[in-house]
Protein backbone atom coordinates (compact mmCIF):
# COMPACT_ATOMS: atom_id res chain seq x y z
CA UNK A 1 0.00 0.00 0.00
CA UNK A 2 1.64 3.38 -0.85
CA UNK A 3 -0.19 5.24 2.21
CA UNK A 4 3.53 6.70 2.86
CA UNK A 5 4.79 7.81 -0.62
CA UNK A 6 5.81 10.97 -1.75
CA UNK A 7 4.40 13.00 -4.72
CA UNK A 8 6.07 13.84 -7.15
CA UNK A 9 5.64 17.50 -8.43
CA UNK A 10 3.55 18.40 -11.58
CA UNK A 11 3.55 21.92 -12.76
CA UNK A 12 0.39 22.39 -15.49
CA UNK A 13 1.93 24.22 -17.74
CA UNK A 14 0.68 22.22 -20.79
CA UNK A 15 -1.84 19.74 -21.69
CA UNK A 16 1.22 17.22 -21.36
CA UNK A 17 3.10 16.01 -19.09
CA UNK A 18 6.03 14.24 -19.66
CA UNK A 19 6.96 11.09 -17.01
CA UNK A 20 10.70 13.09 -16.92
CA UNK A 21 9.71 16.29 -15.13
CA UNK A 22 8.40 16.03 -12.17
CA UNK A 23 9.96 16.45 -9.06
CA UNK A 24 9.47 14.70 -5.97
CA UNK A 25 7.96 17.00 -2.87
CA UNK A 26 9.46 15.95 0.60
CA UNK A 27 5.71 15.83 1.81
CA UNK A 28 3.26 13.23 1.94
CA UNK A 29 0.54 14.51 -0.53
CA UNK A 30 -2.84 15.71 -0.29
CA UNK A 31 -4.93 15.73 -3.56
CA UNK A 32 -7.18 18.39 -3.98
CA UNK A 33 -9.78 17.71 -6.63
CA UNK A 34 -11.21 20.48 -8.61
CA UNK A 35 -13.19 21.38 -11.00
CA UNK A 36 -16.79 22.71 -11.66
CA UNK A 37 -20.38 20.98 -10.38
CA UNK A 38 -20.73 18.12 -12.66
CA UNK A 39 -17.17 17.18 -13.81
CA UNK A 40 -17.06 14.00 -11.98
CA UNK A 41 -14.87 15.36 -8.53
CA UNK A 42 -16.52 12.99 -5.72
CA UNK A 43 -16.43 9.57 -7.66
CA UNK A 44 -13.02 10.38 -8.70
CA UNK A 45 -11.87 11.04 -5.45
CA UNK A 46 -13.72 8.23 -3.53
CA UNK A 47 -12.39 5.73 -6.42
CA UNK A 48 -8.52 7.34 -5.82
CA UNK A 49 -8.61 7.59 -2.40
CA UNK A 50 -9.81 3.77 -2.02
CA UNK A 51 -7.27 2.70 -4.34
CA UNK A 52 -4.75 4.28 -2.61
CA UNK A 53 -5.73 3.77 0.95
CA UNK A 54 -6.24 7.42 2.00
CA UNK A 55 -8.20 9.35 3.91
CA UNK A 56 -11.18 11.03 2.03
CA UNK A 57 -13.10 14.25 2.83
CA UNK A 58 -16.09 15.04 0.40
CA UNK A 59 -15.72 19.09 0.53
CA UNK A 60 -19.31 19.87 -0.04
CA UNK A 61 -19.70 18.50 3.52
CA UNK A 62 -17.47 21.73 4.99
CA UNK A 63 -20.31 24.51 3.73
CA UNK A 64 -21.64 26.20 6.31
CA UNK A 65 -25.30 25.89 5.96
CA UNK A 66 -25.99 29.36 4.79
CA UNK A 67 -23.76 28.07 1.48
CA UNK A 68 -26.31 24.91 0.72
CA UNK A 69 -29.66 26.83 1.38
CA UNK A 70 -28.12 29.37 -1.36
CA UNK A 71 -27.02 27.09 -4.04
CA UNK A 72 -30.26 25.50 -3.43
CA UNK A 73 -31.70 28.03 -3.89
CA UNK A 74 -29.96 28.69 -7.40
CA UNK A 75 -28.01 31.54 -6.38
CA UNK A 76 -24.16 31.33 -7.12
CA UNK A 77 -21.72 31.84 -4.06
CA UNK A 78 -19.92 35.04 -3.85
CA UNK A 79 -15.90 35.47 -2.41
CA UNK A 80 -17.35 36.55 1.11
CA UNK A 81 -19.42 32.80 1.02
CA UNK A 82 -16.47 30.56 -0.16
CA UNK A 83 -13.95 31.81 2.46
CA UNK A 84 -15.39 30.39 5.70
CA UNK A 85 -15.87 27.16 3.20
CA UNK A 86 -12.13 27.54 2.22
CA UNK A 87 -10.78 28.05 5.53
CA UNK A 88 -12.48 24.43 6.67
CA UNK A 89 -11.18 22.79 3.75
CA UNK A 90 -7.59 24.03 4.48
CA UNK A 91 -8.10 23.47 8.06
CA UNK A 92 -8.88 20.02 7.22
CA UNK A 93 -5.82 19.77 5.11
CA UNK A 94 -3.82 20.99 7.51
CA UNK A 95 -4.56 18.27 9.87
CA UNK A 96 -3.47 16.09 7.51
CA UNK A 97 -0.38 17.46 7.10
CA UNK A 98 0.28 17.85 10.47
CA UNK A 99 -0.30 13.81 11.12
CA UNK A 100 1.62 12.72 7.71
CA UNK A 101 -1.40 11.40 6.37
CA UNK A 102 -2.01 11.31 2.82
CA UNK A 103 -5.44 12.10 1.84
CA UNK A 104 -7.77 13.11 -0.75
CA UNK A 105 -10.66 16.51 -0.58
CA UNK A 106 -13.02 17.50 -3.53
CA UNK A 107 -13.30 21.48 -3.69
CA UNK A 108 -14.04 23.02 -6.69
CA UNK A 109 -11.14 25.29 -6.22
CA UNK A 110 -12.61 27.41 -9.37
CA UNK A 111 -10.40 30.42 -8.76
CA UNK A 112 -6.22 30.87 -8.37
CA UNK A 113 -7.33 33.12 -5.19
CA UNK A 114 -9.06 30.10 -3.39
CA UNK A 115 -6.10 27.58 -4.71
CA UNK A 116 -3.83 30.33 -3.06
CA UNK A 117 -5.67 29.87 0.12
CA UNK A 118 -5.36 26.28 -0.04
CA UNK A 119 -1.60 25.67 -1.48
CA UNK A 120 0.65 23.72 1.11
CA UNK A 121 3.92 21.77 0.02
CA UNK A 122 1.81 18.82 0.64
CA UNK A 123 -1.04 19.95 -1.82
CA UNK A 124 -1.53 18.89 -5.22
CA UNK A 125 -4.49 20.06 -7.84
CA UNK A 126 -6.05 17.35 -9.71
CA UNK A 127 -8.35 19.67 -12.34
CA UNK A 128 -10.89 18.05 -13.89
CA UNK A 129 -12.06 19.19 -16.79
CA UNK A 130 -14.18 18.68 -20.33
CA UNK A 131 -16.31 20.76 -22.63
CA UNK A 132 -19.49 22.33 -21.05
CA UNK A 133 -22.12 19.84 -23.61
CA UNK A 134 -20.25 16.79 -21.53
CA UNK A 135 -20.62 18.27 -17.97
CA UNK A 136 -24.53 19.53 -18.37
CA UNK A 137 -25.32 16.44 -19.50
CA UNK A 138 -24.05 14.57 -16.09
CA UNK A 139 -25.31 17.30 -14.18
CA UNK A 140 -28.82 16.56 -15.50
CA UNK A 141 -28.52 12.67 -14.57
CA UNK A 142 -27.72 13.39 -10.60
CA UNK A 143 -30.15 13.46 -8.30
CA UNK A 144 -29.72 14.02 -4.44
CA UNK A 145 -27.29 16.81 -4.96
CA UNK A 146 -27.77 20.65 -3.46
CA UNK A 147 -25.81 22.09 -6.59
CA UNK A 148 -28.67 22.57 -9.53
CA UNK A 149 -27.15 22.57 -12.98
CA UNK A 150 -28.47 26.20 -13.52
CA UNK A 151 -25.16 27.73 -11.97
CA UNK A 152 -22.95 25.80 -13.95
CA UNK A 153 -22.59 28.74 -16.43
CA UNK A 154 -21.64 30.94 -13.52
CA UNK A 155 -19.30 28.16 -12.33
CA UNK A 156 -17.76 27.88 -15.73
CA UNK A 157 -17.58 31.76 -15.96
CA UNK A 158 -15.63 31.80 -12.93
CA UNK A 159 -12.92 28.52 -13.26
CA UNK A 160 -9.75 30.12 -13.92
CA UNK A 161 -7.58 27.31 -14.82
CA UNK A 162 -4.61 26.19 -13.11
CA UNK A 163 -1.25 28.67 -13.71
CA UNK A 164 1.72 26.96 -14.97
CA UNK A 165 3.35 27.74 -11.17
CA UNK A 166 0.61 25.92 -9.54
CA UNK A 167 1.18 22.16 -8.58
CA UNK A 168 -1.18 20.06 -10.39
CA UNK A 169 -2.22 18.27 -13.12
CA UNK A 170 -5.14 18.74 -15.49
CA UNK A 171 -7.30 15.29 -16.27
CA UNK A 172 -9.74 14.56 -18.97
CA UNK A 173 -13.12 13.52 -17.74
CA UNK A 174 -14.22 12.30 -21.46
CA UNK A 175 -13.22 8.30 -20.35
CA UNK A 176 -14.19 6.49 -17.36
CA UNK A 177 -13.29 7.67 -14.05
CA UNK A 178 -11.41 4.55 -13.19
CA UNK A 179 -9.20 5.14 -16.76
CA UNK A 180 -9.02 8.48 -14.89
CA UNK A 181 -7.73 7.57 -11.56
CA UNK A 182 -5.10 4.72 -12.94
CA UNK A 183 -3.89 8.01 -15.07
CA UNK A 184 -3.38 10.04 -12.15
CA UNK A 185 -2.01 7.71 -10.04
CA UNK A 186 0.71 6.72 -12.86
CA UNK A 187 1.41 10.23 -13.50
CA UNK A 188 2.05 11.50 -10.05
CA UNK A 189 3.93 8.30 -9.35
CA UNK A 190 1.66 7.15 -7.01
CA UNK A 191 0.82 3.19 -8.25
Not at 3 to 32: E, G, Y
Request: aromatic residues 4%; contains cysteine; negative net charge.
Amino acid sequence: MARNRKVPIINSDSSQFPADRPAPTAHVPVLVVMGVSGSGKTTFAELIAKRLGWDLQEGDQLHPEANVAKMEGGTPLSDDDRWPWLARVAEWIDEHGAAGRPAVITCSALKRAYRDRLARPEVVFVHLAGPRELIAERLGQRTGHFMPSSLLDSQLETLEPLHPDERGILVDVHGSPRDAVEATIARLGLG
